[in-house]
């Protein structure tokens, strides 16, 4: 991601804004059922990687709503919610890594099968979330989170595919481990980023002003 992609000029019409809010509204919904779905499944079949998934589910979830509800507020509102939703990708790694860790020691064989048919029907449903904000993918911290969330899921998506393939064909639980880490280092990232960009719309340079 290059620098000047945190500071790209978008039409902010209340046409876009009302495409945005549903699109928002339609993301918010997909992602509270896929949570359900790959939380019980996570559970049923011992794996770390789709409980990680699920979780992510459920924060970009609450992000949605939190986007739809500073839609339209001052950017020092919007960048405010950025803030903590960047700090939530970063905690939401940390317990992934610090799980991945506990679990490297207590060693489990999730049920590659299950991981396999869950892990697929959350890569449709992010794929689809991830179109819809693709032409909202620039602008403001609290829409690059948005983006950096949706973006980040159908990542994860593929690499509990291979993570399910790899406990197949090993017999092992390593394969998920490993992919919960990446999954892990990608919210870390993704935090970094938002906290920044917001950081710098909250706290502007001297005598520049913020775009509303």
């Not at 549903?22 to 559970?43: D, H, K, P, Q, S």
């Not at 020691?105 to 959350?122: H, L």
């Not at 291979?162 to 892990?184: E, H, K, R, S």
């Amino acid at each position: 991601m290059s620098a000047s992609c945190c500071h790209a000029k978008t039409d902010q019409s209340p046409v876009r804004d009302l495409r945005y809010r549903r699109v928002l509204w339609a993301a918010l919904g997909i992602n509270a059922a896929m949570f359900l779905v790959e939380i019980v499944a996570g559970l049923a079949a011992g794996s770390l990687s789709l409980q990680a998934d699920a979780l992510d589910f459920l924060g970009d979830a609450a992000n949605y709503g939190i986007s739809l509800f500073v839609l339209g507020m001052a950017l020092s509102w919007r960048a405010s919610a950025a803030l903590l939703k960047g700090a939530s990708m970063g905690l939401f790694g940390l317990w992934v890594l610090g799980n991945a860790v506990y679990q490297a020691f207590v060693p489990t064989v999730p049920e590659a099968e299950i991981m396999g048919v869950v892990g697929f029907a959350a890569l449709v449903a992010n794929i689809a979330v991830a179109a819809m904000l693709f032409a909202f993918r620039d602008g403001d911290s609290n829409r690059r989170s948005v983006w950096l969330c949706s973006r980040n899921d159908a990542i994860g998506n593929l690499a509990v595919l291979l993570a399910a393939t790899g406990v197949f064909a090993t017999g092992t639980g390593w394969p998920d481990l490993m992919v919960a880490g990446i999954m892990a280092g990608l919210a870390l990232s993704a935090s970094v980023q938002v906290v920044r960009q917001s950081l710098r719309e909250i706290r502007p340079r001297a005598g520049a002003v913020p775009a509303e």
